[in-house]
Structure formats: structure tokens, C-alpha cells
T-cell receptor
Framework: EDKVVQSPLSLVVHEGDTVTLNCSYE??????LLWYKQEKKAPTFLFML????IEKKSGRLSSILDKKELFSILNITATQTGDSAIYLC?????????FGTGTRLTIIP | NAGVTQTPKFQVLKTGQSMTLQCAQD?????MYWYRQDPGMGLRLIYY???????DKGEVPNGYNVSRLNKREFSLRLESAAPSQTSVYFC???????????FGQGTRLTVV
């Protein structure tokens, strides 16, 4: 069965810190790995990664995939209070999109 | 540009009642999904539909049925609601597998 494991489950840091969120996966016929941010309502898309070693960047957020070791990381530098959210990692295998439990990130001003 | 629309946004049911959650997307996407989200559990896949006319079970299908009515619409039915089905339900769609999935705003369902 497809599986996505995220760590840590919860993280509290001060504004300005850098954080690294982890995602490991086991999935049949891997197609892509996606990161989402969820604040109060629906998840919003951050990144999609399909190839190993290619870093995706968007402002202070970046992500990289290692298909050999079956994991991905999401980095956030110079964190701001607006980064407080649940970050969800997900995998497309065959036709299914499977999510991990998420990492709840809290940024203290 | 509506994207993915779910109805209703909130619902309270009594144990044993039935209801259907509606989902429609206007992006001509092939794949559609239903998830439930409980505290600390992330998003768990209930059912998905890779294309019009096909549906498959996900991780937690028991107690639910789905219908892919046409390419736009994918409904989720609870035949006999139970308190364990109290949750937030999300519908999502993607052009096809491995592409970005777009989410509806969710339905908060309480079964008493």
C-alpha cells in the first residue's frame, strides 16, 4: 500500500529561523511528489517534483527530491508568521494521490 | 473562474441519516478525488476516479459510495451516517495523474 510519512509532526520556531520539513514515501509506480500548504481551509499547491536533484524554488521556499532514497525536503528560510500552517506532502502513484499526516508549523513573532 | 465547487459547506446529520456531498469542477480535468481530514490524520483518500466512468477505492472507503456522473461531477454518498464519519471532506481534481491537484473549499460534516 502506498505510504507517505512526514516529520516532524509539529514544529515551533521563532520568526527569522530556517526550517526543514521531511517527507519519505513508498509508492507503486511513482509519478510525482507534491507539497501543499494548508491554512484554515483547503490546501494550496506549492511545488511538484518529478526528477531527482532538481531544486524547485519560490521565494523563501525550496524543495528537492531524492528518488533513490525515496524522500523530499521542504526548506523555508527567514520564516514569517504567515508561514504558520500545516505543510502536506503527497505522492502520485498510478492514479492515486496519497497524502502524509502533515507537519504543523508555528512561527512565534 | 470557479475551479472546484463543493456543496454544502456545513452539514449536521443524525446517526443513520443519508446524504450526498456534491463536487463539480470546471477545468475539464480527468481525475477527481474525495478525501476526509481528521485532526492529526492528514488527508485520507476515500475514493477516486481516474476518468469518467471509472471509480476506485482509496484508503478508507467503508461507509461511502461515489458516482462519477459525468466528467465535471463526482459525488460522495453516505448511506447511513455514523458519528465516526464526522470530519471535514475535500473534493479535488487534476488534469490527470501526476499533475497538480486543485481542492474545493471543504464540507464540515457533523454526525450526532
Amino acid at each position: 500500500e502506498d505510504k507517505v510519512v512526514q516529520s516532524p509532526l509539529s514544529l515551533v520556531v521563532h520568526e527569522g529561523d530556517t526550517v526543514t520539513l521531511n517527507c519519505s514515501y513508498e509508492v507503486t509506480n511513482f509519478r510525482s511528489l507534491l507539497w501543499y500548504k494548508q491554512e484554515k481551509k483547503a490546501p494550496t499547491f506549492l511545488f511538484m517534483l518529478t526528477s531527482s536533484g532538481i531544486e524547485k524554488k519560490s521565494g523563501r521556499l525550496s524543495s528537492i527530491l531524492d528518488k533513490k532514497e525515496l524522500f523530499s525536503i521542504l526548506n523555508i528560510t527567514a520564516t514569517q508568521t504567515g508561514d504558520s500552517a500545516i505543510y502536506l506532502c503527497s505522492n502520485f502513484g498510478n492514479e492515486k494521490l496519497t497524502f502524509g499526516t502533515g507537519t504543523r508549523l508555528t512561527i512565534i513573532p | 473562474n470557479a475551479g472546484v465547487t463543493q456543496t454544502p459547506k456545513f452539514q449536521v446529520l443524525k446517526t443513520g441519516q443519508s446524504m450526498t456531498l456534491q463536487c463539480a469542477q470546471d477545468m475539464n480535468h480527468n481525475s477527481m478525488y474525495w478525501y476526509r481530514q481528521d485532526p492529526g490524520m492528514g488527508l485520507r483518500l476515500i475514493y477516486y476516479s481516474a476518468s469518467e466512468g471509472t471509480t476506485d477505492k482509496g484508503e478508507v472507503p467503508n461507509g461511502y459510495n461515489v458516482s462519477r456522473l459525468n466528467k465535471r461531477e463526482f459525488s460522495l454518498r453516505l448511506e447511513s451516517a455514523a458519528p465516526s464519519q464526522t470530519s471535514v471532506y475535500f473534493c479535488a481534481s487534476s488534469a490527470r495523474a501526476a499533475y497538480e491537484a486543485f481542492f474545493g473549499q471543504g464540507t464540515r460534516l457533523t454526525v450526532v
